[in-house]
Structures are given as C-alpha cells and as structure tokens.
C-alpha cells in the first residue's frame, strides 16, 4: 500500500482558494488512481474528485464541479486538488485515498490507502 499525507487546508473567507497537496510514498505512484474525499461535521464522506494514474481523466462531485480542479505530478508522487470560489459548505475535513485498482474511482471503497485529512475552513 501507499502512504499519503496530505497537506494545505487552512482557514479562507467565502470566494477564497486554497490549494491542497497529498504526498505519496512508493515507487509505482503513477500506477495509482487517485481521489479527493471529504466529511463535514455529522455527515458521511462524499466524494469531491479523482484523477487516473496517467491524469489524463479526471471526475469531479457536481458540486465542486467549475471550481475545483484535481491534478498530479507523477514526478513528485503528489496530487494536487485547487479549489477556486470557495462557499462556506465546502468546510470539511479532505481525505486523499489511492487505488491500484481499475474501478470508477467515485465511491469511498474503492481506494485502500488514505491520508489522515486536513481541515479547511470557509468563513462566511
């Protein structure tokens, strides 16, 4: 399995952006499908985006959809999620998980690697 860390969440006002980063470990890192999850206080984790291994496809949540953008350098073993127009409901815990596995990529089981998460908060 891989082990990821993610990093950048923070504090931002509504309209804000923010850049959240999960490095990876591995040396088959561009093997991997990789995902953006989120949880919200009392709600079950959704999903945001996902990205295939070459990055050549990408799938986003339709309520992110516009706004945020998920990408990867193989290179560095990291995978990107920007987040633009950012709204007081995308205040959420942000998982990165990742997948060997040739699956859809939008539900929660099915990756089996996941970062510990990092809190972005949206003030009104």
């Known amino acids: 399995q891989v082990q990821l860390v993610e990093s950048g969440g923070g504090l931002v006002q509504a309209g804000g952006s923010l850049r959240l980063s999960c490095a990876a470990s591995g040396r088959t890192f561009s093997s991997y499908r990789m995902g953006w999850f989120r949880q919200a206080p009392g709600k079950e984790r959704e999903f945001v985006a996902r990205i295939t291994g070459s990055g050549g496809s990408t799938v986003y949540a339709d309520s992110v959809k516009g706004r945020f953008t998920i990408s990867r350098d193989n290179a560095k073993k990291t995978v990107y999620l920007q987040m633009n127009s950012l709204k007081p409901e995308d205040t959420a815990v942000y998982y990165c998980?990742?997948?060997?596995?040739?699956?859809?990529?939008?539900?929660?089981?099915?990756?089996?690697?996941w970062g510990q998460g990092t809190q972005v908060t949206v003030s009104s």
């Open positions: 998980a990742a997948t060997i596995r040739v699956v859809t990529g939008t539900d929660e089981y099915d990756y089996d690697s």
